[in-house]
């Protein structure tokens, strides 16, 4: 069966926009997770869907947003661009137990 | 604070030997931990997982040992292979009180280089 799908897989931006990164998981998994993956901070959680609500959400500030639809499909939002937003952004997902994650290739993001 | 790190951050090896890689962990209430393996340009791959009413678990060429006691987790790689060569990360998922915490806290990784 089809893996964690991520679109983009790359992008770049200025500082000042915003984007949007697009996660479809796995058929079947209900719960989506996205981490942000940078050389200095490893990988550090931004927030957690299941069923179109967000069960849990990481120390990122109000820029970083996100949301489920009723197909499991996560978008996840980034507002007001940084530099040090430059980072490969994951996203996991999972039946929607505490097992099993599974992640994507990621979309890499660079702000210019 | 919880947190999850890794021992060593790099570990080179001969093919054929077998190789194993450290994490310890800080959150005793951690009942869930995985491997992962996470090759350039690529996502986390899943190796194995391990709850913690376990002490050891096998896949293939793959063994993970948890120890609680002293809060250590290790992955073993038997008969490394060039294709090993890879970052690995352990991560940890917990429980906070009054209900699930659906996430994963992640060490900073192992990079794992094979010599042939």
């Known amino acids: 069966k089809a893996g964690v799908t991520q679109t983009p897989r790359y992008l770049i931006k200025t500082r000042g926009q915003q984007v949007t990164l697009s996660c479809s998981p796995i058929?079947?998994?209900?719960?989506v997770s996205w981490y942000q993956q940078t050389p200095g901070q490893g990988l550090q959680f931004l927030f957690e869907?299941?069923?179109?609500?967000?069960?849990n959400k990481g120390n990122f500030p109000g820029r970083f947003s996100g949301r489920q639809f009723s197909n499991s499909r996560s978008e996840m939002n980034v507002s007001t661009l940084e530099l040090g937003d430059s980072a490969l952004y994951l996203c996991?997902?999972?039946?929607?137990?505490?097992?099993?994650?599974?992640f994507g290739s990621g979309t890499r993001l660079t702000v210019v | 604070g919880e947190s999850v790190g890794l021992h060593l951050p790099t570990l080179s090896v001969q093919e054929g030997d077998n190789s194993i890689i450290n994490c310890a962990y800080s959150?005793?209430?951690?009942?869930?931990f995985i491997w992962y393996k996470q090759e350039s340009g690529k996502g986390p791959q899943f190796i194995i997982d391990i709850r913690s009413n376990m002490d050891k678990r096998q896949g293939q060429r793959v063994t993970v040992l948890l120890n609680k006691t002293v809060k250590h987790l290790s992955l073993q790689i038997a008969a490394t292979q060039p294709g090993d060569s890879a970052v690995y990360f352990c991560?940890?998922?917990?429980?906070?009180?009054?209900?699930?915490?659906?996430?994963?806290?992640f060490g900073k990784g192992t990079l794992l280089t094979v010599n042939p």
């Open positions: 869907y299941f069923s179109e609500t967000q069960r």
């Open positions: 058929s079947g998994h209900r719960s």
């Open positions: 959150n005793s209430a951690s009942d869930y």
């Open positions: 991560a940890e998922n917990s429980e906070s009180s009054g209900g699930s915490n659906y996430k994963l806290t």
């Open positions: 996991a997902s999972t039946v929607g137990g505490n097992y099993g994650y599974t």
